[in-house]
């Protein structure tokens, strides 16, 4: 399930991205499943990019920070 979230840079420049599950495969006694293991932000042009651990921050390049308003994960 997507969620549409607004980020904003320091200098007020505002996108709107996609915020998806991280998944990894893990290995049970029944075989191999999917787990979530956090958080990506999907941007408008379809690149992914990780979720910073604070839980509200990514960069889309260096020194190109956005933040969300409130934590999302």
């Known amino acids: 399930m997507n969620q549409n979230l607004i980020a ?4 007020g420049h ?5 915020l998806i599950p ?9 075989g191999f499943t999917w787990v979530e293991v956090g958080k990506k ?5 379809g690149e992914e990019v990780d979720l910073n651990l ?14 969300f308003d409130c934590k999302v994960n």
Not at 8 to 11: C, D, L, Q, R, S
Not at 54 to 67: A, H, L, P
């Open 8 to 11: 904003k840079a320091v200098n």
């Open 14 to 18: 505002e996108i709107i991205v996609s």
């Open 41 to 45: 932000v999907r941007l408008s042009s």
């Open 54 to 67: 604070d839980g509200r921050s990514f960069y889309i390049e260096s020194n190109q920070m956005f933040k």
């Open 22 to 30: 991280s998944k990894k495969m893990q290995s049970t006694r029944q």
